[in-house]
C-alpha cells in the first residue's frame, strides 16, 4: 500500500522532488555553458565537445522510458534512490578521467537514468496529493528544470569559470548527494505498478497519448528553434551586447520558471483549454518579437512573456499525457521527457539552417512558424478523452 503523507510531509516529498530536478537540469544543462572550456581541457573540438549535449538529450529520449519499462514493477522510492545514486557515479566519471569518449558514453547513460527519475517523480508527486492537484504537483516536479536553467546554470557556468568545469560538475554531484540523502527517508512508498510493461505500452502508446506527444514535440521544437539563437538575435537585430544580453535573458529565465510554477494550477482547471490558449499566445509572442525585434524596450517585455507561455504549458501537457494514458500512466510519464528532447533536437536544427542560409532574424520565423501549427494540433487534441474507468484494474483504481 502507499504511504499517505501529511500535508507536512507532501510538502517534504515535493521538496525532495523539486531538488531531484533541480540537479539533474543543472547537470544536463550545464555543458553547455561549459563548452568551450571542456574542449580546451580536453583537447577535441568543440563540435566533438558538443556531442555531450547530444548524447544526454538521446539518453533521455531513448533509454528514459526503457528503463521506466524495466522499472515498472518496482517501489518507486527504491527507483529514485537507485537512479539518484547512478547519478552521482556518472557526474564523477567527468571529474575523475579525462576521456573524452567515456565521458560522451556517462553523459548518454546518466540521460536515461535523469529520464527515468522524472518519469517515476511525476508518478511520486501525483500520488501525495489529492486528483483535484495533480497539476500543482506536476509544477513542482517540472519546476526544478525550470529553476536550474534560470538559475542553475548561470551559476554553475560562472563556477566552472572560477574553479574549472570539473568544479562545476562536483558542485553538482555535491547537491545529487544531498537528494539522494533526502529521497529515502521524505519520499513516501509508492508501489510499483500491478500490470506489466507490455499492458502498460498497449496505454501508454495509444493513438491519443501519441497525438499528445506529437503536440510536445511541436511546442519544444517552436521554443528551441529560436531560442537557442536568440543571442545572435539580440545581438545583430536588437542591438544589445555584452552584460545587457545576460539581462534579457535572465528576464526571460525568470518568467519561464514562474511559469512552469503557475501552470500547474491552470492544468487543474482545464489543461485541454490551457493548452490551446497557451500556444496562440506563445505564436503571437514570437510574432511581436520578430516584428519589434529592433526595438530592445519592447523584445524585454516580450522575452518574458514568450518564456512564461512557453513553460506554462508544460504542466498541462504532462497532466493531459498521464490522463489520457490512463492504466498506462506510469510508463507514459517517461514519454513527454521523450518528445520533449526530441523537439528540442529538431528545433535547434531548424533554427540553424534558417540562421545559417538567411538572417538572424530567420531563427525566429521558423519557431513562429512550428509555433502556428502547433495551434489547431493543440485544438484538436482538446476533444481527447481519457479510456472509461471500467477499463482501468481494480488496483489501480483503488
Known amino acids: 500500500m502507499t504511504t499517505t503523507p501529511t500535508r507536512g510531509g507532501t510538502t517534504l516529498a515535493l521538496a525532495t522532488l523539486f531538488l531531484g530536478t533541480f540537479v539533474l537540469g543543472s547537470a544536463e544543462l550545464l555543458v553547455v555553458g561549459l563548452l568551450n572550456l571542456i574542449a580546451a581541457d580536453l583537447r577535441v573540438s568543440v563540435q566533438a565537445a558538443g556531442a555531450l549535449v547530444t548524447a544526454y538529450a538521446l539518453g533521455v529520449a531513448v533509454g528514459g522510458p526503457l528503463l521506466t519499462a524495466l522499472t515498472i514493477r518496482l517501489n518507486k522510492r527504491t527507483v529514485l534512490t537507485g537512479a539518484l545514486a547512478l547519478c552521482v557515479a556518472g557526474n564523477l566519471v567527468p571529474v575523475l578521467t579525462a576521456d573524452h569518449g567515456l565521458f560522451v558514453?556517462?553523459?548518454?547513460l546518466t540521460g536515461a537514468l535523469g529520464g527515468l527519475f522524472v518519469a517515476v517523480a511525476f508518478v511520486v508527486g501525483m500520488s501525495v496529493v489529492?486528483?483535484?492537484r495533480m497539476g500543482r504537483a506536476i509544477s513542482a516536479v517540472f519546476g526544478g528544470f525550470a529553476v536550474s536553467g534560470a538559475l542553475g546554470v548561470p551559476l554553475g557556468t560562472l563556477l566552472g569559470q572560477v574553479m574549472g568545469w570539473r568544479g562545476a560538475f562536483l558542485a553538482v554531484v555535491a547537491l545529487a548527494v544531498l537528494a539522494l540523502v533526502a529521497a529515502p527517508v521524505l519520499l513516501p512508498s509508492v508501489p510499483g505498478s500491478s500490470g506489466g510493461a507490455g499492458d502498460q505500452a498497449r496505454h501508454a502508446f495509444a493513438p491519443r497519448v501519441l497525438a499528445m506527444l506529437v503536440l510536445q514535440f511541436l511546442v519544444f521544437a517552436s521554443l528551441y528553434a529560436a531560442l537557442t539563437y536568440i543571442v545572435p538575435f539580440l545581438e545583430?537585430?536588437?542591438?544589445?551586447?555584452?552584460?545587457l544580453v545576460s539581462v534579457f535573458l535572465l528576464a526571460y529565465g525568470a518568467a519561464s520558471a514562474a511559469g512552469s510554477f503557475a501552470g500547474g494550477r491552470f492544468a487543474d482547471r482545464d489543461a485541454a483549454r490551457t493548452l490551446t490558449v497557451a500556444t496562440v499566445m506563445t505564436a503571437l509572442c514570437l510574432g511581436a518579437l520578430y516584428l519589434a525585434g529592433a526595438v530592445a524596450f519592447l523584445v524585454v517585455l516580450v522575452l518574458p512573456a514568450w518564456g512564461l507561455f512557453a513553460m506554462g504549458m508544460v504542466p498541462s501537457l504532462q497532466y493531459r499525457v498521464v490522463r489520457l494514458a490512463g492504466p498506462g500512466g506510469a510508463l507514459a510519464s517517461s514519454l513527454p521527457a521523450s518528445a520533449a528532447n526530441l523537439g528540442i533536437a529538431a528545433g535547434s536544427a531548424a533554427g540553424g539552417a534558417a540562421i545559417g542560409g538567411f538572417t538572424a532574424s530567420a531563427p525566429v520565423i521558423a519557431g513562429l512558424v512550428i509555433a502556428v501549427l502547433s495551434v489547431p494540433v493543440a485544438w484538436g487534441t482538446g476533444f481527447l478523452k481519457p479510456p472509461a474507468p471500467e477499463r482501468q484494474p481494480a488496483?489501480?483504481?483503488?
Do not use: I
Open 105 to 108: 558514453v556517462a553523459r548518454a
Open 130 to 132: 489529492p486528483p483535484e
Open 236 to 243: 545583430r537585430v536588437t542591438g544589445v551586447s555584452g552584460a
Open 395 to 398: 488496483s489501480e483504481a483503488a
